[in-house]
């Protein structure tokens, strides 16, 4: 069974840095597009970071590039998302997900091209 357990989040002043993780089970994670997203009341669901088993490249959206940073340890089967100089308008509802089957390059900051998704962590940015 694909799995992912998100993990990290909390309540963090603006300017502050988290590191959130992603346990993943049932599936070889360095094999696997990985994608980090974030959803916030009202809004749609974003891509803000994400791994391509395509190139091996990874990719930011615009409003993250430069605080964000996305990583794996292969050995713990986990990916993390790294960030930095938190602002009021990262919060949200942080989400990993994979598709072991598929192959995506840039496509992986896309939500719909996903099947599997963690339970989500909450960030909330605020003084």
């Known amino acids: 069974q694909v799995q992912l357990v998100e993990s990290g989040g909390g309540l963090v002043q603006p300017g502050g840095s988290l590191r959130l993780s992603c346990a993943a089970s049932?599936?070889?994670?360095?094999?696997?597009?990985i994608g980090w997203f974030r959803q916030a009341p009202g809004k749609e669901r974003e891509g803000v970071s994400c791994?391509?088993?395509?190139?091996?490249?990874?990719y930011y959206a615009d409003s993250v590039k430069g605080r964000f940073t996305v990583s794996r340890d292969n050995a713990k089967n986990t990916v993390y998302l790294q960030i930095s100089r938190l602002k009021p308008e990262d919060t949200a509802v942080y989400y990993c997900?994979?598709?072991?089957?598929?192959?995506?390059?840039?496509?992986?900051?896309?939500?719909?091209?996903?099947?599997?998704w963690g339970q989500g962590t909450q960030v909330t940015v605020s003084s």
């Open positions: 997900a994979t598709d072991p089957v598929r192959i995506l390059g840039s496509k992986c900051l896309t939500p719909l091209a996903y099947d599997h």
């Open positions: 049932g599936f070889t994670l360095d094999r696997s597009p």
């Open positions: 791994i391509s088993n395509l190139d091996g490249r990874t």
